[in-house]
């Protein structure tokens, strides 16, 4: 059974058959039969962790347990408004802070802080709606994603667009450096990112 537990870059949770390459989770989110409520977060500390961590092992989304949630690369997780975690992935939390750093600038924050103004950052905390902004393309840096029609998604790398087709990517097409986009990758991610942190996808070779 292919469970509902998939997330996309728009940062909604659906039933698709791919295997993610990481994990993550925002609270929990499904009932005693697995399926998910109305609500899609219970936190605002939403991370991105490795499949497998020091032999831990347990049912995907138990009854009253943190839901399992999938993404098929990190450059998703990241425009679904997650960031690296802690423990299991402590050199790419590292890595995502000291960029968060110099990008706006002070000392690397902690988790919590980060979580914080991320949360403001990807949701419309009155709809609870994702929250997007408005940028060009040629302002962008490698591993964003951005809305290229209703439903629609794109990862940017190497001056091209990728689009997302749920279980991988698509042929690219240029990108035009002056073509007004709508991002959906969070601001301050989108900022470490152009501070150096590199996103791990799993682009077509």
């Given at each position: 059974?292919?469970?509902?537990?998939?997330v996309?870059?728009?940062?909604e949770?659906v039933?698709?058959p791919?295997r993610?390459?990481?994990?993550?989770?925002?609270?929990?989110?499904?009932?005693?039969?697995?399926?998910l409520?109305?609500?899609?977060?219970?936190?605002?500390?939403?991370?991105?962790?490795?499949?497998?961590?020091r032999?831990?092992?347990r049912?995907?989304?138990?009854?009253?347990r943190?839901?399992?949630?999938?993404?098929?690369?990190?450059?998703v997780?990241?425009?679904a408004?997650?960031?690296?975690?802690?423990e299991?992935?402590?050199?790419?939390?590292?890595?995502?802070?000291?960029?968060?750093?110099?990008?706006?600038?002070?000392k690397?924050?902690?988790?919590?802080?980060?979580d914080?103004?991320?949360?403001?950052?990807?949701?419309?905390?009155?709809?609870?709606?994702?929250a997007?902004?408005?940028?060009?393309?040629?302002?962008?840096?490698?591993?964003?994603?951005?809305r290229?029609?209703?439903?629609?998604?794109?990862?940017?790398?190497?001056?091209?667009?990728?689009?997302y087709?749920?279980?991988?990517y698509?042929?690219?097409r240029?990108?035009?450096?002056?073509?007004a986009?709508?991002?959906?990758t969070?601001?301050?991610?989108?900022?470490?990112?152009?501070?150096g942190?590199?996103?791990?996808?799993?682009?077509?070779t």
């Open positions: 059974m292919t469970r509902q537990n998939r996309l870059p728009t940062s949770i039933a698709l791919f993610g390459a990481w994990m993550g989770n925002r609270g929990i989110l499904h009932d005693e039969e697995g399926r409520g109305r609500a899609r977060w219970r936190h605002p500390h939403w991370i991105i962790c490795r499949l497998e961590f032999g831990r092992h049912p995907v989304m138990a009854p009253r943190y839901t399992e949630l999938f993404f098929f690369d990190e450059a997780a990241l425009a408004g997650h960031r690296p975690c802690a299991c992935r402590r050199g790419a939390f590292e890595a995502y802070r000291s960029a968060w750093a110099r990008a706006q600038g002070g690397p924050p902690s988790a919590a802080a980060m914080a103004v991320l949360h403001s950052a990807r949701t419309d905390l009155r709809t609870r709606d994702p997007t902004f408005a940028a060009a393309l040629g302002e962008l840096p490698d591993g964003v994603f951005v290229t029609g209703p439903g629609e998604a794109a990862l940017l790398s190497d001056g091209r667009l990728h689009p087709l749920g279980e991988g698509g042929p690219p240029m990108a035009g450096t002056r073509t986009v709508e991002v959906l969070p601001a301050p991610t989108v900022a470490a990112l152009r501070a942190y590199q996103a791990e996808v799993r682009l077509p």
